[in-house]
């Protein structure tokens, strides 16, 4: 059974993203996905060290040193940060990380994916568009005083929120 950790918009919050990164850790998922907005280079480091299976990422709007995300997330052979948008497959489902929810939406109804992640606008959301999972997990950034993250199981083909106290 293999389950994906869904994270985003860190926009540098340590001590959520510790408490995420705790309870990801507990929920037994293999893989963590991050959609964008790290904010500072130390975040990757953060997620680096914290979750030791396969880590793929992409950028988002609020994340201004590139090149040195690049350079720490290069330091770690799991961890995987792309450009603006990647596909990727994980246990025979088809996913793609973008940080916008238009394209994500596009990319959704294109019915060639299982699961399309996405965030920026900081706002929990899933839905089923034909097969396809469209989520955003929410904010590890905590601002609205709740911060989430998502849990999708390939396996069952199902997803579900998981809120933390900020």
């Given at each position: 059974?293999?389950?994906?950790?869904?994270?985003?918009?860190?926009?540098?919050?340590?001590?959520?993203?510790?408490?995420?990164?705790?309870?990801?850790?507990?929920?037994?998922?293999?893989?963590?996905?991050?959609?964008?907005?790290?904010?500072?280079?130390?975040?990757?480091?953060?997620?680096?060290?914290?979750?030791t299976g396969p880590?793929?990422?992409?950028?988002?709007?609020?994340?201004?040193?590139?090149?040195?995300?690049?350079?720490?997330?290069?330091?770690?052979?799991h961890f995987n940060?792309?450009?603006?948008?990647?596909?990727?497959?994980?246990?025979?489902?088809?996913?793609?990380?973008?940080?916008?929810?238009?394209?994500?939406?596009?990319?959704?109804?294109?019915?060639?994916?299982?699961?399309?992640?996405?965030?920026?606008?900081?706002?929990?959301?899933?839905?089923?568009?034909?097969?396809?999972?469209?989520?955003?997990?929410?904010?590890?950034?905590?601002?609205?005083?709740?911060?989430?993250?998502?849990?999708?199981?390939?396996?069952?083909?199902?997803?579900?929120?998981?809120?933390?106290?900020?």
């Amino acid at each position: 059974m293999t389950k994906i950790a869904i994270l985003s918009d860190s926009h540098d919050n340590i001590k959520g993203l510790a408490t995420a990164l705790q309870e990801v850790r507990a929920s037994g998922a293999d893989v963590l996905l991050h959609c964008g907005d790290f904010c500072a280079p130390f975040i990757v480091e953060q997620l680096a060290q914290g979750f030791t299976g396969p880590i793929h990422a992409i950028f988002g709007n609020n994340d201004g040193d590139g090149r040195m995300l690049q350079t720490i997330a290069n330091k770690y052979a799991h961890f995987n940060l792309y450009g603006i948008y990647t596909e990727i497959t994980v246990a025979n489902r088809q996913v793609a990380l973008i940080h916008y929810p238009e394209p994500a939406r596009r990319i959704a109804q294109s019915g060639q994916l299982d699961l399309v992640c996405y965030g920026h606008d900081h706002k929990k959301y899933h839905e089923e568009i034909g097969r396809c999972h469209l989520v955003n997990p929410g904010e590890i950034m905590g601002k609205g005083g709740t911060i989430s993250w998502g849990l999708y199981d390939c396996d069952a083909h199902r997803y579900e929120e998981r809120l933390i106290e900020a």
